[in-house]
């Protein structure tokens, strides 16, 4: 059975970054379409970025465009977010998520959660002011 398990969360200060880690192991792991999600106290859980491996297309949400960016290995089945200029709003857990099988989503699905069959359990973002 396939697992996510994210990492590089922390407490870092306001401007600040951090690198997350996503690594799938188990079972037969195929992707094209892998994601990050975030949920801050209180909050529903919301889409930061994505990658669309086949097409090289990568997506973000408006918060964080030109802050955070959106890697994959894809011969290590990891990807990454790397997170600059870390703001106190960007305080969450962060969830990586992946979409299985061959074919990636359509750019208009990819800040659905809904579309991602494979969850990690969370990593914990706290930027302090």
């Known amino acids: 059975q396939v697992q996510l398990v994210e990492s590089g969360g922390g407490l870092v200060q306001v401007g600040g970054s951090l690198r997350l880690s996503c690594s799938a192991s188990?079972?037969?792991?195929?992707?094209?379409?892998m994601g990050w999600f975030r949920q801050a106290p209180g909050k529903e859980r919301e889409f930061v970025a994505a990658?669309?491996?086949?097409?090289?297309?990568?997506h973000y949400t408006d918060a964080v465009k030109g802050r955070f960016t959106v890697s994959r290995d894809g011969a290590k089945n990891t990807w990454y977010l790397q997170m600059n200029s870390l703001k106190p709003e960007d305080t969450a857990v962060y969830y990586c998520?992946?979409?299985?099988?061959?074919?990636?989503?359509?750019?208009?699905?990819?800040?659905?959660?809904?579309?991602?069959?494979?969850w990690g359990r969370g990593t914990q973002v706290t930027v302090s002011s």
């Open positions: 998520a992946a979409r299985s099988g061959s074919a990636a989503l359509i750019a208009g699905r990819v800040g659905s959660a809904r579309e991602y069959d494979y």
């Open positions: 990658i669309r491996w086949n097409y090289g297309n990568t």
């Open positions: 188990g079972g037969t792991f195929m992707s094209n379409t």
